[in-house]
């Protein structure tokens, strides 16, 4: 069965959505040829042109196993002021305390705040920073973030199911931004990476206003140099298409990131920020942001087979919007990647931003 269940999602990962139509016994057969010709790879003889060092990766499996948690069942929707909520919170924030992340605000990788419709309540931002390759956090910033909060519990759809767990919106995201924070961690830029897990996004984006209204968030927003929202789900497929959001005006965030599509084979259109993400209040604020938005054209999907995974996996809002043992991760692995090459380049000292 383990076995197996590799074979699963290596298939997802590589493979298009004609994975699909294949049947068990054929993704084990190709798994398997796989493994063995990596076996044989890996003990081929070294010469002078062998690396020495292994490029880092996206880590598919990792990021679905934390999807996969983060909109489980028991999470019951990561509701807005529920203790799943905060439970969701403190996991990021001991997920960014293994990677070496430090506080921004006080002591804590959770930053509290209250919000007028519950002040009797506390919520907890997320937020840390991973120092630069030579140990400090201060200079100019690269930031990136994903919100925590979903719907919760509500009322139940034709299958009686109430929980809204929000795989795509947006434990996926998450999940994404934590493997863009993992391999910053194991190669560090000039400047620092910040990594923010807003709260009650789905409250008019009341986490990320908050964080701004602090008397010391002046001192941050004015190093950050782009921002980076990931709330846009992932495409059951490799998307070829995008829109960067936050684009327009043209800065030279998205002009990296274009390039960076380009150089992958995808096409993107710029666009100007809206206020459906929590990188709007940054914006508002002066800071450069990219909200990337798959479009509808995908590699190795035709347009019907694109609408039917569409109808399959992307429940915006639904309580099935969930995980499912079927979804492919392939398109997750190109956004993750893509990410990755942004924050990478955008971190690199020698380049000039904003």
């Not at 298009?16 to 057969?29: E, Q």
Request: aromatic content about 8%; charged content about 20%.
């Amino acid at each position: 069965m383990a076995l197996n269940r590799l074979a699963v999602l290596v298939s997802r990962t590589l493979f298009p959505a004609r994975y699909l139509s294949v049947t068990p016994g054929r993704r084990l057969r190709l798994f398997l040829g796989l493994a063995h010709g990596l076996v044989l790879w890996g003990c081929a003889p070294s010469g002078p042109s062998t690396l020495t060092t292994v490029p880092s990766r996206v880590d598919t499996i990792a990021i679905e196993a934390m999807a996969r948690e983060f909109s489980s069942d028991a999470m019951r929707g990561r509701g807005p002021w529920t203790a799943e909520n905060e439970m969701a919170a403190r996991l990021l924030a001991s997920q960014l305390d293994r990677l070496g992340a430090r506080p921004l605000f006080g002591k804590s990788l959770l930053v509290p705040f209250v919000a007028q419709a519950r002040p009797q309540d506390t919520v907890f931002n997320v937020v840390g920073v991973l120092p630069s390759r030579d140990g400090a956090a201060s200079g100019d910033l690269i930031g990136i973030t994903a919100h925590l909060d979903h719907l919760g519990v509500g009322a139940p759809d034709a299958s009686g199911d109430s929980i809204y767990n929000g795989f795509l919106d947006a434990a996926l995201p998450m999940a994404m931004v934590l493997d863009v924070a993992r391999r910053y961690a194991r190669s560090p830029g000039d400047r620092p990476l910040v990594v923010m897990f807003f709260n009650l996004e789905e409250q008019r984006l009341l986490g990320s206003k908050a964080l701004l209204e602090r008397p010391d968030a002046d001192a941050i927003v004015s190093r950050l140099r782009l921002l980076i929202g990931v709330d846009a789900g992932s495409p059951a497929g490799e998307a070829i298409e995008w829109q960067l959001m936050g684009g327009l005006p043209m800065h030279a965030g998205a002009h990296l990131a274009d390039s960076l599509a380009r150089s992958r084979g995808w096409t993107t259109v710029t666009a100007a920020v809206r206020p459906i993400s929590d990188v709007f209040p940054f914006a508002a604020r002066g800071v450069p942001v990219l909200f990337p938005i798959p479009g509808k054209k995908w590699k190795g999907y035709t347009e019907g087979e694109r609408d039917e995974a569409m109808r399959r996996f992307d429940h915006y809002h639904q309580p099935s919007d969930e995980w499912r043992p079927d979804f492919p991760l392939i398109g997750t692995a190109s956004f993750a990647d893509w990410l990755w090459t942004i924050v990478g380049s955008a971190s690199d000292g020698r380049r000039t931003l904003k």
